[in-house]
Structures are given as C-alpha cells and as structure tokens.
C-alpha cells in the first residue's frame, strides 16, 4: 500500500471546507485561505481518485465566490470596454477565506490564473459535475468567469507566485486560454473561443525568445510553471519543438534534482519546490517518459516527513541562501503540509498508475 498516497487523500478531504474550499496549509498562518488555483489542482486530483462530489463541491464553493464579487467583476469589464485602466485593488482577489470572502490587505489582488483554471475545472468536469445542487449557479459562475477573462487577458496582473503585478505572465496566459476553451466547447460561447485564440496567438508570438517560451513578456528568464502549457492545459504538444526548447531550460538551469521556480526566486531561499518536480514528473509521464516520471516520484515520496507530510519547497542547492534565514524569521519554518503538494503527487501518481 502508498502510505503517501492514502495520506495525501486523507489531507486533501481533512482539510476541505463544509463549503469546498480546500485550505492551502492548515499549518502556516500565512497560508490559512482558500485560492482558486490550489483548490482546482486538488479538486482535480480527488476527482482523478473517485472523489467527483468533492470536486464538485470546490466548483460550488469557486461560484459562489464569483456570484459574491460580481459587481466589481461586471465594474473592471465596464472598464476594460471603455478603455479606462483597472486598479489592481478593485479587481478581484485572488486569497479568500474558506467562507469565500476576500482577505483584507495587499496579496496580488489581480491575479488571473486561478480563476482560468477553476474555469478550466468546470470544463474538465462538466459532464461528470452534472447533479451539482447548484449547478444553475456553478454555470452562471462559470459563464461570468469567462466574460472578465475575456475582458481583462491582455492587462498586466500577478503571476501564479504573487510577484510582478506589473507584468503578462506566460503560465497564466495559458490558464486563462486552457478555461476560455474549455468553457467555449462546452457551451459554445463563441466569445469566449475567439478570445482563446487571440490569447494562444499573443503566448506565440509575445511570449517566446530563442526556441524557448520565457516567464514573462520582455522578460529571458524560464519559470518551471512553464509545464502547465502542455500537462494539464494543453496549449502545445508535448512533441512541439518550442516546448522541448522550453522543457530543456527548465531541466539544465532549473533541476538540482529537484525542481527551482526560476533564476533571480529568493523566495525561502528558492529551494527545490515540491510541487513543481511532481508537476514536471506527471509531465513525463503523461508523454510516456515513464522512467523520468518514475525517479520523480521516488525523489517526491523522499521529501516526505515522518508524518507522510509535503512541504512546499525543501532547502535544498538553494540559489538564493541568505533569504532562506530571512523567510524562516518572518513567517516560521517552510509551510507543511502543502495541500497543492499532495495535489501534485497523486496527479503524478495516477498518471504512471494509468501507465
């Protein structure tokens, strides 16, 4: 038996919210919310294992966050109609309580990548998600989801890590084209699917420097998030030459084995994330590169601690060693368990169970 795989169910369905909101750590008081883009990642795994009525409850819990904010989401679409420019603040939120209210003070505010791959979820799920309570909501939710989307892709916004508000991030471009498609085919908005290829044709031709897709437009940089264009979103083959330009950066300047966010992260020392080697492992495996995605998984089960408990990143060939001290005295030892960690793992490993 995988004791991992047993406890990384068991955590997942622990700490889901009567409401379906999946804390990100329970254990980390800065990480004590609910964001849409963990949530949907462990939605998906538990819907991977059986578990639809849990992943339905999180698309339950994500639109009804949606329904709550939809007028400042209706106001920031007026605003992008009349060529006015957004404020971040007024956007919205990407950190919510597990009750689906948004957490006071400054947190990225106007992050989209979540909210493209809850999007992203509904599609994924549609058929199977069929006898939600709620479902008239959920597809209202859903519908609305897409429209800001639509209007706000080409604004600059935070990327996945919370950074760089300033700037168009590649991974979230690609969860915002994965959630305008996936709603497209199942309800043939054709606003949304024409929206999709206007953001697949910016990621093309905005998003790309030497062979390789970069982290952000203007940026040379490589994020290891980079992944998520093909495995699970789609935008390019995996056999694409451009995503085995991007697939080769990742692995000479970001694998010590383990997997790093990208060049310049300080981020606890920017370690080797978890999360994101089990990402790249599940990659792997997904293109039947089984024995790569098998020695993932072993180094993944490795970082475990006594309690079968993932942490976020471990403090390993660290680029950046003296923010390590730095993050530990501000916010406490690196957040464990993460459910997004678990997440990843049992994506991983049900794609070599498949195998």
Known sequence: MDLLKQKSLDLLRQHQSAGGAFIACP??????YAWFRDGSYCALALAEYGDEAAAGRFLEWGAAVILRYQAKMRRCIERRQQGLPLVAAECLHSRFTLEG?????NWGHNQLDGLGTWLWLYGRLHSTAANLPSRAQVDEAAALAAEYLAALWPEPCSDCWEEHEDQRHTYTLASIWAGLSQFAAVSGDARSRDAAAHVREFVLTRCVSSGSLVKSVGSDLVDANL?????PYGLLAWD????QGTLARIEQELCTPGLHRYRGDSYYGAGEW???TAWLGWAYAEAGERSKAQAILDWTRAQANDRLELPEQVPHALFAPAGYPEWV?????????LLWSHAKYLLLLKSIEKA
Do not use: C
Request: proline content about 9%.
């Open 227 to 231: 992944i998520g264009l093909v495995q």
């Open 240 to 243: 694409d030459p451009l995503f």
């Open 101 to 105: 209210f948004e957490v006071p003070g």
């Open 27 to 32: 254990s980390f008081a800065t990480y004590r």
């Open 329 to 337: 005295e501000r916010w406490g030892e690196i957040a464990s368990p």
């Open 274 to 276: 978890v999360l994101l």
